[in-house]
């Protein structure tokens, strides 16, 4: 055979040797060897993960040449012109809204990056689905905005493809694709089947082929061309797919694919015929098929057996499969799938296995090939019904719907193809009927109305479709290919459609319905409302944005009418449906009706913007009254929800109310509603709409003129809030313009005004409260320049700032002082809030402006808006507030208002003033002959005359009739005979009298707003034709709640009123100014009209009253006369129980204010103590009470208040004080470098960050270097450590007693409350200010700081003194006694040394030894010391004043350490005491030989030295000893000065001044004088073995300077600064010594003087030598000798090393973080894809360690370490346990302190100064340097703990 010969051969030769035989032209010979080596290598029985198969497809393709060079071959062939790049979920890409013409426009980085985009509206953005890059694509995008490899039309300069290099392509790549279309046909099982089904396995083992595939599209235009062919070609599919007749696996394999064909519900033509009647019944899978169910007889509904057994269980409302109505178009809608081709097929296993990831970006790397693009999306929507059903069954839904959308907004975004298979393959109608198909599958009896025979269905949303948004990606293609003009046309065109549509909608109508639990709270409170509301939003309301935007222009009129046609024939079919007739049913409400929005908001477009004629869209009033019902129910429900009414119905009810309103949703559901209720109201009767309103609010009963009624459906708590809000939902009705003539920009700046009135918004705030049309082509783009251009009109920016507490400011708007004055709108407010408060924030910002600006300085009104003109198709409006019901209504609450009814407030006065002046405001054109026969009015002329507001204010009204409670005081005054008899004989709704009454009966007014009501109805619907038979409805008193406890009788009173609206309104000023005559009778004369805008209720009763007088002189005499008459006092109220209760309150209220005042007094006195400490306050009388600091007053005992038992007291030896501290490991210092710039953060691959010239490092070379030679004692006191992991101590100042601070620790230990930190631990918070702390340092008993007897300087020699200091040495430290306070001092030493890392503390070559222990107690109290410099500013010229030196808890630190030092002794003979003061006996050199040398004095460091000696010689020291030990040590300092400075001379420098200097030698001061002692220096060192021994060539280049005397002179002081620094903290610390402030320049001088080593300050004419404070105990030079000689005679030590140790610098700059990029997106780019050091992978959450620079992963598994993440772990190696990172992805930085974390905030803010945390805005952002300097000063000041209140454990997690 000769296959077999072929593959014993090499892969390579054998391809080459193909590819000849197949260029000859005669190639069969060839054609046949490759066919049968084909057969053989993809034999589908192999086992798929075997890779010889792919291997031999690579080589063969490749024809003989290696598969990369034929890679690159192919790619220089690539024609392709767009950019293509597919993405998977999370990637990182760009979107402009510049550049895009479809929303959904995306770009890779690359491409972004090469185009120009500036000042475009982009942003960077996470893909969530996946996507694929536009650039190239004219479709998608505009041309500018093309990259440069884009814009280059590459296709055209192109050479054409040699036709040989893709043959061999040609010939194997279609039995490839077969092969993996067989494994894919043999590894597929139906989900129903028994067996274990594991597609994912399957499609592992498929990996590597797949990603050949991919590999394959990678390589340019030239190879997907080939691909297509084989993809899209029928005849090859013919040819391979069957298999060969002898080929029994692949026949089986066939057989395999058909069954899988059918088990999809989908059948092939040929059966269809024959199986239509039997598939109905029986479904292969339950589902019949989407074809078979349209195909079905129209009459028959398609049950399924899956559909009943899912049932069974349910009895409540059997799910019945509705039927689709008959109209469905062609029953082969959706043509059976017959695959013709290699991508049909294949795109039907990707849908099969669930769309696998690689088959996706497979499919769609082929796009950019345009005969692809065209017959895969045909082919995908030919599989459209198919992917639906599959989608419904998968459990990956989410998965699963990310990926098809990832395919279809490829698709549908182009117009071009939209336009072209909606012609083709009738798009439209497949996604129309998928979806309604798709809704099918959970529907339910609707109960709405009427339940028992109720015809509507509606969805379930707890159905897991409507609940996990499965619907989703089906919709979003729907709206994507409404977007195209020409698609939503076609879709506006064809009716049948429309009406498929609109049935979809009446699906969604009336769901999620609410009953109001009356007696038990729900058990169970459902979240359904959630899946309701989004699908409303997304199913329903996005498509009808959709479509309105393409009904814009006249044009596109019959469009609108055509759908506003449907709306009211579907409504018309859902009123009957659900049996409505007039009244709404009780206590139900469902905010879903989205079939009257479409109405509304068609309406609303057809008015506004295609000039159509309002009535011609209406319906007659009957109609009218039915739409209007619900709607209405929905704005009463909120009232009710907001009255607490539906409290048991727990708390999603609420969430539904705020939903309802939110600004995502308010412009698709309140908003259409209340146009639609506008609408209503301009074309109902005006009285009739007013009554209907009152009775839905429920609050008819309480509108009589009587002081008691019964109101039968409310309690009387909830009459209040039900009042006011039927009155704010007439005042919203009446002013509200949204959709009734205002311009888009007005509603723009009304709505942007209205929520920076609630609040101060940040601009991402800003954009996301304004409801913009959720279509985003609509007119109002976010982003778009009106919105930039209203903001800056309306709005002054607040910059970010840093308040004192630390919490962080974003960028806020807040609204202009004239907008606050102008425009300010309270109704508009009241409509937008969410949350109640929102009204009242935005009251109290109002009343703060009118103060501040002195407008007005009392409790502000809502000021009136005037409001743009109506548009004259909805002047009807107008009648709403001229109508009688209404002025009625007005009246009675006038009235009750001032005789002080129950449930009366000023909201409802101020919203009745609000309809006044709204009545006063819009008049109605009064058209004589128009007035409406008598015939109407007969019920109500004795109330008023008319129906014109103005003529009805002076109205005045006598006598009016109530019906009243026996109970009611009316009762009492006068009783009617017949009144006992008659009372019985009233029917609750009837209120007419019979019976003989006296004459004034005659003009008592008779008021039932619910009769007046029914009988209005009723007329309506008699003068209907249509009905003939009059309606039966059932007695609504029937329908009532009728109370426990039978009510009282009513009777019938009559009042005397005698008032007019006019006279109410001037008593209730009177009222509200509480003084008589308030307004005089000539005020009008001299009113100011300006100062009316804004103001408390009188200034708007003026402002009416003013209003009412210019428009008509009646009303002005009237008021005059009002006024004239001196107004009687109101009627004395009795007393009733309530107010007797009010005035208990009262009284009660005012006792507890008192007591409260008392507490808070003793608690202010409290903290002022505390606040005295704490904050700067510069007070002599807080120095002296600090127990640190001022030394005068401290002559007696300190005493201490303990902050828990408030007692007051000396700290004794058994019961000790201690200071509240934390102590902190910190390596801030050793992160300090020479140059005071920060370093930069790398961000490309030759930056680098390198960390040897830290602090840190140098230290640590250093000790490590004299280890090497030194012995290790000696070592251990020459060195401080500390600078890494060094422990420092802080304190808030506070004191406790011991023993009050342990039962506190008790007290917290037993607390469940979650705490931030960790008790165990022994962490707690300052009982007083509420401070972190982790330890108490006791405070040592007696004086603060010595007294002035230590203080005193007595004129002894030096040499004297020199000897006590000695001797005081000498002393052996005595051991304590036992004692509490001993104790105290051991476990505070403990608390230290586990502050800190064991790896801080060894330093020594034996751990734990006793000079390791004494190095690091050294080394605490030199930290503290450090760091309280680098907190001053790294100098000491701002002396004393500052906030460190208060809170520093130095002084008790150092007797606590001194106490614990002073056990371990130094041995005399290694004292460095006698080395600093006495020259030397030469000790015999033999006796150390075996032994180290040790370190030579001059390379020691001096501050340790003098740590070392102040902390074991005996407490208290004399002041006279400090200064000797801080002189003696000068010398010391100043000599390794010269010696350092010495080294840096060339050798010519040092000759020249070594004999310069030799010369003055024998000058009377020699001993002071630099010149001197440096040639003396040099000259020793010169010595034996010379340390200046160096290759002297490399250091003769780094120095050109020429050194002059007083270049020397400044180096020297520089050297000797830091060591007269610490002394001269240390001194001021221990003996309370001020620090004097200076200038830089004159630190030295002020500080030798502080120290005593100058006698007093110099003149500032002679300038200060640094020699002039030397004082020696003996000669100076045989001290320098024997000094010198120390180090010469080092015969181990190479000469660079000991001028290494020689020269070191002690000068180092401030610490500093890392300075880090301008732009945000520099880090972001580089860092987002670097791979991790450590495990070589990309991190899913990089993070920066901006100290160091460390890239980290955080929370990453792959970097642990014993169970440590890396973030902790860097944070222990790189801050001692304090780390600070950014998160790249997430632009956030967090801090990690020990075993705690937080999140700090952002140092990047975008243009408008607000943080994108996770980058979710994904706007440019740029970095923010004083938030970045903040961060830099916490960390300097180690406040992170003090300052961020966010603190949780991270469990070595991040």
Known sequence: MMAASLLRRDKKSTAAHLKADLNRTDNSTGVRQLQELLDVVLNPENPAADTE???????????????????????????????????????????????????????????????????????????????????????????????????????????????????????????????????????????DTSTERDLQKVLQQLEPQISFLEELTKMGGAMRTVLTKILTNQQIFKDLSMGQEENLYAKKNYDKYLSA???????????????????????????????????????????????????????????????????????????????????????????????????????????????????????????????????????????????????????????????????????????????????????????????????????????????????????????????????????????????????????????????????????????????????????????????????????????????????????????????????????????????????????????????????????????????????????????????????????????????????????????????????????????YFISSVFERFKVVDLLTMASQHQNAVLDSEQERPMLEGALTFLVILTSLRIHLGMTDDEILRAEMVSQLCMNDRTHSALLDLIPENPNPKSGIVPGSCSFEKMLSDVADFKAPVFEPGGSMQQGMYTPKAEVWEKEFDPIMVVLRTVYRRDVQSAMDRYSAFLKQSGIHTGNPWPPYKERTPLHPCYKGLIKLLHCKTLHIVIFTLLYKIWMDHQNMSEHVLCMVLYLIELGLDNQVQEN??????????????????????????????????????ETAPEVKREAPPSTSTEASSYGQNSRRLTGNWRENLREAQVFSLVAERRRKFQEIINRSSTEASPVVRPKSSSTRWVPPGTPPQLVTEILEIRESMLSLLIKLHQKLSSKQNSLSPSWLEDMDTSRHAHGDGITAIERILTKAATRSCQIKRSIQ??????????????????????????????????????????????????METAMDVESPETEAAMDLGASEVMESEVLYDCVICGQSGPSTEDRPTGLVVLLQASSVLGHRCKSKEAKNLPTTDDEHIYAADTCGVAHDVRLTLMQRFFKDSSCLQSVSIGWDGGVYVQTCGHTLHIDCHKSYMESLRNDQVLQGFSVDKGEFTCPLCRQFANSVLPCRPGRGTESAAWHTPTNKKTCVIVKEVEDLQEKLGLFPTESNLSKEMELVIKDIKNTT?????????NPGSPDNDFLFMYSVARTNLELELVHRGGNLCSGGASAAAKRSCLNQLFHVLAMHMRLYSIDSAYNPWTKLTQVAQSREADVFDDERPEVPMLFRDVPSLLIIFVLTMPQPLRK?????????????????????????????????????GALKKNAADAEKSFEVLLSHVISELSK???????????????????????????????????????????????????????????????????????????????????????????????????????????????????????????????????????????????????????????????????VCGAFVCLKGVCCKQQGICECVLHSQHCGAATGIFLLINASVIIIIRGHRFCLWGSVYLDAHGEEDRDLRRGKPLFLCEERYRVLEQQWVSHTFDHINKRWGPHYNGL
């Open 1397 to 1405: 890392q064991k790896k801080y503390m060894d330093y020594g070559k």
């Open 261 to 687: 064909l059918k088990n999809s519900g989908l059948v092939s033509v040929e059966e269809k015929a024959q199986g239509a009647t039997a598939d109905v019944t029986v479904g292969a899978e339950g589902g019949a098929g989407a074809i078979v169910l349209l195909g079905a007889a129209p009459g028959s509904p398609v049950e399924s057996n899956k559909e009943e057994d899912q049932d069974a269980g349910l009895s409540v409302g059997q799910r019945k499969r509705v039927k689709l109505s008959s109209s469905t178009k062609d029953p082969c809608i959706i043509e059976s799938l017959k695959h013709k081709c290699f991508l049909e097929e294949l795109l039907f296993w990707t849908i099969k296995y669930e769309f696998p990831q690689k088959m996706v970006t497979f499919l769609l790397n082929m796009l950019p090939d345009q005969d692809y693009k065209i017959t895969f999306t045909k082919t995908f929507v030919q599989h459209y019904a198919f992917i639906m059903k599959t989608l419904m069954k998968s459990h990956e839904s989410d998965t699963m719907s990310n990926r098809i959308v990832h395919i279809s907004v490829q698709l549908f975004s182009n117009e071009e193809l939209a336009r072209h298979v909606t012609e083709e393959c009738q798009l439209l109608d497949i996604m129309v009927t998928v979806l309604l198909y798709m809704m099918e599958s959970c529907l339910i009896k609707s109960e709405l109305q009427d339940e028992e025979n109720s015809r509507h269905v509606v969805v379930n949303c707890s159905e897991a479709l409507l609940k996990n948004n499965t619907y989703w990606p089906l919709v979003s293609d729907f709206i994507n290919i409404l977007s195209h003009q020409s698609v939503a046309k076609k879709f506006l065109e064809d009716h049948s459609l429309l009406m498929l549509w609109m049935s979809f909608v009446s699906f969604f109508q009336g769901m999620n319905l609410n009953k109001r639990e009356l007696n038990e709270h729900v058990e169970f409170e459902s979240q359904t409302y959630y899946a309701a509301f989004a699908a409303e939003l997304e199913a329903c309301a996005q498509p009808m944005w959709g479509l309105l935007t393409h009904c814009k222009v006249k044009e596109t009129q019959e469009y609108t009418k055509t759908v506003v046609r449907y709306c009211l024939e579907t409504l018309q079919i859902w009123f009957d449906a659900i049996g409505f007739i007039d009244e709404p049913a009780p206590n139900q409400v469902t905010f879903h009706l989205p079939l009257h929005r479409y109405y509304a908001m068609f309406l609303s477009k057809a008015v506004k913007c295609q000039g159509l004629d309002l009535d011609s869209l209406l319906p007659d009033q009957e109609m009218l009254m039915k739409i209007m019902v619900h709607p209405l129910q929905i704005q009463a429900s909120l009232s009710e929800i907001h009255s607490n009414m539906w409290v048991r119905n727990g708390l999603q009810i609420k969430g539904q109310a705020m939903t309802y309103v939110q600004s995502h949703f308010c412009n698709s559901m309140i908003d259409p509603d209340v146009f639609l209720l506008q609408v209503c109201a301009s074309r109902l009767d005006p009285d």
């Open 1520 to 1556: 006279e000893h400090f200064t000797c030990v801080v002189k003696m040590l000068y010398n010391l300092q100043y000599t390794q000065a010269l010696a350092a400075i010495s080294s840096k001379f060339s050798p010519e420098e040092r000759q020249a001044w070594c004999t310069s």
């Open 928 to 965: 004589k002959e128009d007035e409406e026969p008598c015939i109407e009015e007969h019920c109500h002329d004795s109330w008023f005359p008319g129906t014109n507001l103005l003529s009805n204010l002076h109205h005045v009204i006598n006598f009016v009739r109530v019906r009243v409670p």
């Open 1121 to 1170: 006369d009002i006024c004239g008459k001196v107004c009687p006092p109101v009627p004395p109220k009795k007393n009733s129980p309530t107010d007797k209760k009010a005035m208990d309150k009262e009284e009660r209220r005012q006792r507890a204010r008192e007591r409260q005042q008392k507490l808070l007094a003793e608690f202010a006195s409290r903290q002022k103590s505390f």
């Open 53 to 191: 198969a792919l291997d031999w497809c690579k080589c063969l393709i490749a024809g003989g040449e290696g598969f990369e060079e034929f890679c690159r071959t192919v790619r220089s062939y690539d024609n392709a012109t767009l950019c293509g790049l597919v993405w998977t979920a999370n990637f990182v890409a760009y979107r402009c809204r510049t550049c895009g013409i479809s929303p959904c426009m995306s770009l890779c980085a690359e491409c972004f990056n090469n185009g120009d985009h500036t000042g475009h509206d982009f942003n960077m953005f996470r893909s969530q689905a996946g996507g694929a890059c536009d650039c190239g694509d004219s479709n998608v995008m505009r041309e500018s905005g093309f990259c440069r490899r884009h814009r280059l039309r590459t296709g055209e300069n192109i050479p054409s493809i040699p036709r040989d290099l893709l043959l061999m392509s040609e010939m194997v790549l279609p039995r490839f694709i077969l092969c993996i279309i067989q494994y894919l046909r043999d590894g597929y099982i139906e989900p």
């Open 1584 to 1746: 034996d073995k010379s340390v200046y021994k160096v290759n002297t060539e490399e250091t003769s280049m780094l120095i050109s300077s020429v050194w002059s005397p007083q270049s020397i002179e400044f180096s020297l002081q520089q050297f000797c600064l830091p060591f007269l620094r610490l002394s001269c903290l240390l001194q001021h610390h221990l003996y309370g010594d001020n620090l004097t402030g200076c200038l830089e320049e004159e630190e030295f001088s002020s500080l030798a003087v502080c120290l005593g080593l100058l006698p007093s300050a110099p003149q500032p004419s002679n300038i200060v030598h640094s020699a002039s404070c030397l004082a020696w105990a003996v000669s100076a030079f045989d001290l320098v000798i024997q000094w010198c000689a120390e180090v010469t005679g080092l015969s181990q030590m190479q000469a660079e090393q000991s001028l290494g140790l020689l020269v070191q610098d002690p000068q180092w700059a401030a610490p500093r973080l890392l300075q880090l990029p301008d732009n945000y997106n520099i880090i972001f780019q580089y860092y987002h894809r670097k791979a991790c050091t450590a495990c070589k992978k990309v991190p899913k959450d990089p993070a920066l360690c901006l």
